[in-house]
Every structure is written in C-alpha cells, then in structure tokens.
C-alpha cells in the first residue's frame, strides 16, 4: 500500500480510470510513491497478460498473474533470457555490453551457474552461519541509542556488504566500493536525485557522464582482475573469484564477461537482501500485531523470512523475449516481443495467495512466492539470503523492544528493484 490512504485512494481512481490499454504499469515514479498496486490489481483481474504499447522502455508485455509467470519462467525454450534481465534494452550499437550468466539460456547458463553454486552449499551456510550472527550482532550492537539514524546504511548495507566481502574474499577495509558498484550498476546515471550515498561521495555536485559511469565500471573490472590474477595462480579456494577462475566455463571469459558477472553476484548478493531487511523493519511497524505474535513465539522466524521476502518482493521483475510466436492466456506473443515477469504482481495475485494484501507471520505455506524467481534461473543465493535475514531478526528480537521510523521511507526510482535509499529510525532508550 502507499504511504498514505489519500495518496494510495487517487492511485486506486487512476488506475480504474485509465484505459486498461493505455496502463504502464512500469511507471517508475509509481514504485517511488508506493502507489503500483492498484495498476497491478486491475491488470490481474482484467487484462492479466497485458501488452502496453507505448512506455519509456518500448512495448512489452505484462505478466502479472502467478500461474502465468511461472508458465513462462518454466518454458526458457521459447522465453529467451539472452542478453536482457530488465524492461529496458541495451542501446543498439553500443559496444559497452557486459554478458553475465543471468541473461543467457542453456546451455552456457547452466554451466556458468554450476561454477558458482557451491558458495551457497548447505556445509558452507553452516559455516557462515556463526559469522553473520557474529558481525550482526556488533552491527546492532553499535548503533545508536535515543536519536535518529538510517537503518539502510547502519544496518542493512553494512551486514550485506560485509557478507559480500566474505564470498568474494575480498580486502575487508574496501567492502564498501561493493556497495558502490553495486548502486552504480542499477542506478540510472541520468537521474541524480536518485543517487545513493555511496554515489554521492563521488559525484556530489553533479550528475556523472555516460563515460564517467562507465570508467567507473571499468575500475571495478580492474579491482577484480587483480584479484583475479592471483587466485588463478593459486590452488582452487571457496570464493567466488577463485571459483570462477579455476572453473571450466568461467575461466576464459573475455573481461567485460567477467565484469558482467562479477556486478551480476554483486548486486544479486547485496541488493535484494539489504532491501528485503529495510523492508521487514517496515512490514513489521506497519503491521505490529504481527510483530508482537513473533515476539510471542520467535519460532515463528521460519515463515516470518520468506514472508518478508513476499511482501518486500525485492526484484520487482524480470524480463525474457519470445522466441517464437506463443500463445498464452488467450492472447498472441509474437516472436522477438519483450515479456515482463512481474513479481511484484504475482506475489500480489489473489487466486494463487489467500489474502496477500496482508503482512502475515504465520502463513501455512509462506514459501509460496516468486520472489526468487522459479525454473532455472531461481535464485542462487536465495537460502543464504533467507539464512541471513532470519539471524539479523533473531538477533533483533533480543535487543530491541521498539524500533520506530521516524521518516517515511525514501525508495529508489526503479521498476526493477524495490530499493530504499533510506529510513531513519530511532532505537527508544530503555526506562
């Protein structure tokens, strides 16, 4: 809902009001405002593989039904994932293009996922385990009692980038270039009222060029290529860059590959988990009879995660280009068209999720989402993505009785991603 019942009530009457053919729901200032669901409400019951003609990003086609996204995200030989992960299309022409296994079909997707998949093993979560609630632990432990600080930076991005750091091995002192390679590779350059923190720290005044945003890229490439450069030299070790140096599929790829890549786990390891912790915090302080039933009964936590993970949906959506012509609810896909998942509807979608406009912690099948996607592309991190969330909030729930927002919370510009730059909390001392 958004933030406000005024503002959430005129989103409601535009929604019903426009055209159905004339609704966009990739609307970025719509994800700002928090005001997306009753477009989406209205496509599910109405249109709910719906083809929009005209937006910012070109034509495409809606997916907003959960049924209807798993059919295509089950169906990759007609779904192509190829070169694209968003709405938006890479500029025709352009020579800076970074592949990345994300955005690729079988077989070269499958064989670069299996490269990295032993990072998130059981053994190795169960490694992780006792160092996430170590550093999360020192986080909240830290921050600051009886006066107002932003959770996003304080906590959220500091224990996911230190995570990040881990999986990479990467020099501990510079985790939060990570977490600046990360903004800048899902922050549009052209809008510098969107820019991050982190970002701001190199660009204060003004909005950065094209060519600066990419030299910046390109540092990353270099940072990483040296680190690439002594592991490949050095026995196989259980970090990602070690993994993708020493791995059959990985260990020839062309630099800007490798960038891809390297941004791809980057952001996949950093940006949906922070979010997804930011979103919790408000999830519960808008809905604190749900809080006070954990408080109750924190075994509660095993449902309590992924539905955090629903509600925040922190990967608003998904992109593939038919192949072919397909049909699918009735309607026509022609091939070479753009189809958008979106996740955000589907984890929304009435006929698949009982009352899902609710935050509810005990939810009988609290995994029914598609948060992390589905088919082979569902996300590869996704149970130490859960595994960190549960243990951030386990340790929450011994420290905290109280955490109040004290700012509405100030989201990213994005269709893509359901981020928060910021939310300024206050941690009440005790009486």
Known sequence: ??????????????????????????????????????FFERLRREDPIHYCAESEFGPYWSITKFDD???????????????????????????FQMPMFIAMDPPKHDEQRKVIQPIVSSENLANFAPLIRQRAAKILDELPIGEPFDWVNRVSIELTTQMLATLFDFPFEDRRKLTYWSDLATTDTNE????SEAIREVFPDTAMTVDQGRAEL????????????????APPANDLISMLAHGEATKEMPLMEFLGNILLLIVGGNDTTRNSITGGLLAFTQNPDQLAKLRANPALLD????EIIRWQTPVAHMRRTAKADVQLGGKTIKAGDKVVMWY???????????????FIVDRERPRHHVSFGFGIHRCVGMRLAEMQLKIVWEEILKRFPVIEIVEEPVRVKSCFLRAYRKLMVRIPARA
Request: proline share 7%; hydrophobic share 40%; glycine share 2%.
């Open 1 to 38: 809902m958004a933030d406000d019942a005024a503002t959430f009530d005129a989103a409601r009457a535009e929604a019903y009001s426009t055209p159905i053919e004339k609704i966009d729901v990739s609307v970025q200032d719509r994800f700002v405002s928090n005001t997306i669901w009753p």
């Open 69 to 95: 996204i798993i059919a295509v995200e089950t169906n990759h030989q007609v779904f192509s994932s190829e070169k694209a992960i968003g709405i938006f299309d890479p500029v025709p022409g352009d020579d």
């Open 192 to 195: 510098p009222e969107n820019y």
């Open 218 to 233: 390109m540092a990353c490439a270099f940072y990483f290529k040296n680190l690439w450069d002594q592991r490949v030299n």
């Open 303 to 306: 449902s309590a995660i992924p």
């Open 344 to 358: 955000v509807s589907g984890n929304r979608d009435e006929t698949a999720i009982e009352n899902p406009e609710a």
